[in-house]
C-alpha cells in the first residue's frame, strides 16, 4: 500500500466501495512479512549491537544462547554418530549369519517405535500443559486487576470463573493423560528389558555385543530426542531476540548513527521494512474507514 494508491482507496470509499476485510487481510500478511523480516536482519545484525546500549540484554542472552547452541549442536553431532555406529555393528551381528532370534529383533524395533511414539506424545502433551498454564495464569492476574479496580459486571466475574474451572480440568485431564503415557513407556521400556533377556538366552556367546549395541540405540535415540527439543527451544529464544534487535535497529536506523552502522549492509531491507511498516498503517486507516 503506497501513499498513492491509498490516495484513490480513498477515492473510491467516496463513493461507497468499502473493502474492511481485504484490507484487514492485507494488513495480516504484510504484518507476518514484517516479523520474518525483523527476524532476519535480527539474525543477520545481532554481533554488530554490541555497543549499542538499549539491545545490551538481547545481545549478550544471544552470546550465551549462542554458546549453549554450538555446545548442544556438538553433543548432537557425536550423538548422532554414535548412533550411527550402533545401527552399523548392529547391522553386522544381524548380516553374519541366519540369526534364530529375528522375530525378537523385529519385536524389539517395533516397541522402540511405539516408544519413540509415545514420547512424542507426551512432549505434545507437555506443550499444551503449558499453554493451558499460561492462560489460566493470564486469566488469574485478570480477575485479581478487575477486583482491584471495580466496575466489572458479576457476569464478567461469573465468565472468567468459568473459563478458569474449564482451564483447570483441561489441565487435569492432560495431567491424566501424561500419566496414562508413562505408564504406555514403562511397560514399553519392559518389554524391551524382557526381550533381551530373551535374545541373550537364545543366542549367549552374542549377548555382550547385541545388547551392547541396542543399548547405544535406544540411548542415543532418547539422548538426541532431548538435545533436539531442547535445541528447539533454544531456537525459538532465539528468534524471539532476534526480532527484537530487528524490530529495533530497523525502526531507528534513520537517525540513530549505531544502528544505522549496526546494519548498513542491509539498507535494502531495511527500506523495504520502513515501507511495510507505512503500507499496514495505511491499509489500518483504510479499514477503520470503512
Not at 149 to 157: I, L, R, S
Not at 161 to 166: D, I, Q
Request: net charge positive; glycine share 6%; proline share 1%.
Amino acid at each position: 500500500m503506497t501513499p498513492t494508491r491509498y490516495f484513490i482507496c480513498r477515492i473510491v470509499q467516496t463513493f461507497g466501495l468499502r473493502r474492511k476485510v481485504l484490507r484487514m487481510g492485507d494488513a495480516a500478511g504484510e504484518t507476518h512479512l514484517l516479523k520474518e523480516a525483523e527476524a532476519h536482519l535480527g539474525q543477520a545484525v545481532w554481533k554488530n549491537v554490541e555497543h549499542i546500549e538499549s539491545l545490551s540484554m538481547e545481545y549478550w542472552n544471544l552470546r550465551k544462547l549462542s554458546k549453549e547452541r554450538d555446545q548442544m549442536a556438538e553433543e548432537l553431532a557425536k550423538r548422532d554418530k554414535l548412533l550411527a555406529q550402533a545401527h552399523e555393528e548392529r547391522a553386522n551381528l544381524l548380516s553374519t549369519s541366519n540369526e534364530p532370534f529375528q522375530d525378537l529383533i523385529g519385536e524389539r524395533q517395533r516397541v522402540l517405535n511405539e516408544l519413540e511414539e509415545f514420547a512424542r506424545q507426551r512432549d505434545m502433551v507437555v506443550a499444551r500443559a503449558r499453554d493451558i498454564r499460561r492462560n489460566y495464569d493470564g486469566l488469574k492476574m485478570k480477575q485479581e486487576v478487575l477486583t482491584k479496580e471495580g466496575g466489572h459486571t458479576p457476569e464478567e466475574v461469573e465468565k472468567i470463573n468459568k473459563r478458569l474451572g474449564g482451564l483447570k480440568q483441561d489441565f487435569i485431564a492432560l495431567k491424566n493423560e501424561r500419566h496414562a503415557i508413562a505408564a504406555k513407556i514403562n511397560q514399553g521400556d519392559l518389554r524391551i528389558d524382557a526381550i533381551d533377556v530373551q535374545i541373550q538366552e537364545r543366542k549367549k556367546e552374542r549377548r555382550d555385543k547385541a545388547s551392547e549395541a541396542f543399548q547405544h540405540i535406544g540411548d542415543a535415540n532418547h539422548g538426541m530426542s532431548t538435545f533436539r527439543a531442547e535445541l528447539g527451544i533454544l531456537d525459538t529464544r532465539m528468534r524471539q531476540l532476534f526480532s527484537e534487535i530487528g524490530r529495533y535497529v530497523s525502526r531507528n536506523a534513520a537517525h540513530d548513527p549505531e544502528c544505522a552502522k549496526a546494519c548498513k549492509e542491509h539498507r535494502a531491507l531495511v527500506e523495504v521494512m520502513g515501507a511495510l511498516r507505512k503500507s499496514i498503517q495505511l491499509n489500518h486507516k483504510l479499514a477503520e474507514l470503512a
